[in-house]
C-alpha cells in the first residue's frame, strides 16, 4: 500500500521561505511522477510542480521562479522548496504520486492524473 505523509509546513511572513517534505513509501510504479498541489478555501484544488523518474519537471506559472521541486531517491522523499512566499500562497499542500503513465506538460500537474495522496500540511502566510 503506498503511503505518503507530508511535514515542513507552517506559519511565516510575506517574503519568507519553507520546505515541504513528502516520505513515500510502497511506492513502485515503474514510471513514477511525483507532484505537489495546493488547496485554498473556498478553490479547487491546483498543481503546483511535479518531477518525473528522469528529472524533468513542471510548475505551475504563479510559482516557477519561487519554487523548486526536487527529489531524494535513496531516502524516497520528495521536498518543495518555497522562497518569497506571498498570501496568496497560502493552502494546504499535498503530495500525489501517479498509478498510470503520466506526461508532464508546461504549466504544472493535473491533479486526476494522480492516485496516491498524502493528507497535507497547512502554509500560511501572512502579510
Known amino acids: 500500500q503506498v503511503h505518503l505523509v507530508e511535514s515542513g509546513g507552517g506559519s511565516v511572513q510575506a517574503g519568507g521561505s519553507l520546505r515541504l517534505s513528502c516520505a513515500i513509501s510502497g511506492y513502485t510504479y515503474h514510471e513514477p511522477v511525483l507532484g505537489w498541489f495546493r488547496q485554498a478555501p473556498g478553490k479547487s484544488r491546483e498543481g503546483v510542480a511535479a518531477i518525473d523518474w528522469v528529472g524533468r519537471t513542471s510548475y505551475e506559472d504563479s510559482v516557477k521562479d519561487r519554487f523548486t521541486i526536487s527529489q531524494d531517491n535513496a531516502k524516497n522523499t520528495l521536498y518543495l522548496q518555497m522562497n518569497n512566499l506571498n498570501p496568496e500562497d497560502t493552502a494546504i499542500y499535498y503530495c500525489?504520486?501517479?498509478?498510470?503513465?503520466?506526461?508532464?506538460?508546461?504549466?504544472?500537474?493535473?491533479?486526476?492524473?494522480?492516485?496516491?495522496w498524502g493528507q497535507g500540511t497547512q502554509v500560511t502566510v501572512s502579510s
Open positions: 500525489a504520486a501517479n498509478a498510470d503513465y503520466v506526461y508532464l506538460v508546461a504549466g504544472g500537474p493535473k491533479p486526476h492524473e494522480y492516485a496516491h
